[in-house]
C-alpha cells in the first residue's frame, strides 16, 4: 500500500515531530511502499533565506536517513525536484472553493491575529493535496495538527472525482494517538513557534542543560503526584520501558521525589534512546555524496510516479 508523508525543512526537527510523525514513517516502511519528502515548497512560505532553506533541508535529509529510513524500502526525495506536483496543483485549484481553504487553521490563525497573509499560505493545503494525490497515496502518516489538511485534500479529490470522473485515490490520514502531543519545556505543546523545543540531534550538553530548565510545579516534594498529568513524565515515558514507567507512576503517586530525578531521567533515557541515530548521522555527514544520489534515484522513482497520475487528471479535465 502507497504510505507517503513530508516533513517542513523549517528548522531542527524536534522530539515532537519524532513521536508525532516521523517515528511512524519509519515504522510504516517495513510493510508498505513508502513515499516521503522533504516539502521545500511548502518551507518557502515561511523560510525566506535560501542558505537557511538549503541547509534545513539537507538536514532534514540527514535526519531522515539517521532516524532509520532506509533507501532500499522506502523512496526519499524533495517536493521542488518533482514539478508535476505544481502543475497539479493548479488543476485542483480550479476547483477549490476559497471557503474551504479560509476555514484552514494556519491561514485562519494568522488572519486572526491581524497578520498579512500570501497566496502561498492561503493555498499551502491545495499544495498538500496535489503531494498526496500524484502519489495514488493510500495512508498519510502526520501529526494530530495536520489531519485537517487530510479532511481538505479528500474533499478537493471528492470534488474532482464527483465532477471529472474516478481519478484520484482518497487518502487516510494515520495518527499515533498516545503521543500525538508531545509537551515542550514549558509544558504547552513542543513547537518551533513557542520556543520550547528539545531537538533530536545536536550538542548532548546543551540539550541536557535544556532538560534541567524544563519547567515544573511548585507543589511540595512530599506530594503524592498524578503522574498522567505532569509534563516532565509524559516526556520520560517516550523513551521509557514499560516497566520503567510503572516505576515512575508509582514513584509520583508515592511522592518524596524531586523533579530534577526525573529530569535526570528524561535525560538518560532519551540519550540513549538517540545514541545510534547520532552514530549514523555522523557517518552520513561524512558521506554527503550519498544523501545526495539517494535524493536524485527518490525523485526519479517518483516523477515516473507523478507523471502517471498528472496525466490521468489532465486527460480527464480536458487538457489532453
Ligand atoms: P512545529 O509545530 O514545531 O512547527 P511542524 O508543524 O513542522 O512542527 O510539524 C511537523 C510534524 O510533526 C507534523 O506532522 C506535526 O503534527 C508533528 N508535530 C509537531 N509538534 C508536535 C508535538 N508537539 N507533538 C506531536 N506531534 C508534533
Ligand atoms: N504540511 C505538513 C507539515 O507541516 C508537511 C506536508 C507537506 C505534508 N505536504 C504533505 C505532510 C503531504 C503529509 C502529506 O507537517
Redesign the pocket.
Known amino acids: 500500500m502507497r504510505v507517503l508523508s513530508g516533513?517542513?525543512p523549517?528548522?531542527r526537527p524536534?522530539w515532537?515531530?519524532f513521536?508525532?510523525?516521523i517515528r511512524q514513517y519509519i515504522d510504516l516502511q517495513q510493510e508498505n511502499d513508502g513515499f516521503y519528502f522533504i516539502a521545500d515548497l511548502h518551507a518557502l512560505t515561511t523560510v525566506r533565506d535560501p542558505e537557511s532553506l538549503r541547509q534545513y533541508t539537507i538536514d532534514a535529509a540527514l535526519d531522515l536517513l539517521a532516524l532509520g529510513l532506509d533507501p532500499d524500502k522506502a523512496t526519499l526525495f524533495l517536493q521542488s525536484h518533482v514539478p508535476e506536483v505544481c502543475e497539479l496543483t493548479w488543476l485542483l485549484m480550479t476547483g477549490t472553493p476559497m471557503g474551504l481553504l479560509e476555514r484552514c487553521h494556519a491561514y485562519k490563525e494568522k488572519k486572526a491575529k491581524g497578520m498579512t497573509a500570501d497566496a502561498g499560505l492561503f493555498t499551502y493545503p491545495v499544495l498538500m493535496a496535489a503531494d498526496i494525490l500524484a502519489y495514488d497515496s493510500k495512508i498519510v502518516p502526520?501529526?494530530?495538527?495536520?489531519v485537517q489538511h487530510i479532511e481538505v485534500c479528500r474533499d478537493i479529490a471528492g470534488s474532482f472525482n464527483h465532477t471529472y470522473g474516478e481519478t484520484f485515490v482518497l487518502p487516510d490520514a494515520k495518527t499515533l494517538d498516545h503521543?500525538?502531543?508531545?509537551?515542550?519545556t514549558d509544558g504547552q505543546?513542543?513547537?518551533?513557534?513557542y520556543d520550547n523545543?528539545l531537538p533530536l540531534f545536536g550538542n548532548v550538553k546543551q540539550i541536557r542543560k535544556q532538560i534541567m530548565r524544563i519547567t515544573t510545579d511548585s507543589r511540595p516534594m512530599e506530594d503524592s503526584k498524578e503522574p498522567a498529568d505532569d509534563h516532565l513524565f509524559q516526556l520520560y515515558r517516550l523513551f521509557a520501558s514499560e516497566s520503567e514507567i510503572e516505576s515512575m507512576a508509582a514513584m509520583y503517586r508515592r511522592g518524596g521525589f524531586g523533579y530534577g530525578e526525573v529530569k535526570k531521567a528524561v535525560a538518560e533515557a532519551s540519550e540513549a534512546y538517540f545514541e545510534d541515530a547520532r552514530a549514523r548521522r555522523d557517518e552520513l555527514v561524512a558521506n554527503l555524496d550519498f544523501v545526495h544520489q539517494t535524493l536524485r534515484d527518490g525523485a526519479e522513482k517518483a516523477r515516473k510516479v507523478a507523471a502517471e497520475v498528472l496525466s490521468r487528471a489532465q486527460r480527464a479535465c480536458g487538457i489532453r
Open positions: 516533513i517542513q523549517t528548522g524536534h515532537g515531530n513521536f508525532g510523525a502526520v501529526g494530530q495538527d495536520q503521543s500525538s502531543k508531545v509537551p515542550g505543546k513542543m513547537s518551533k513557534s523545543t
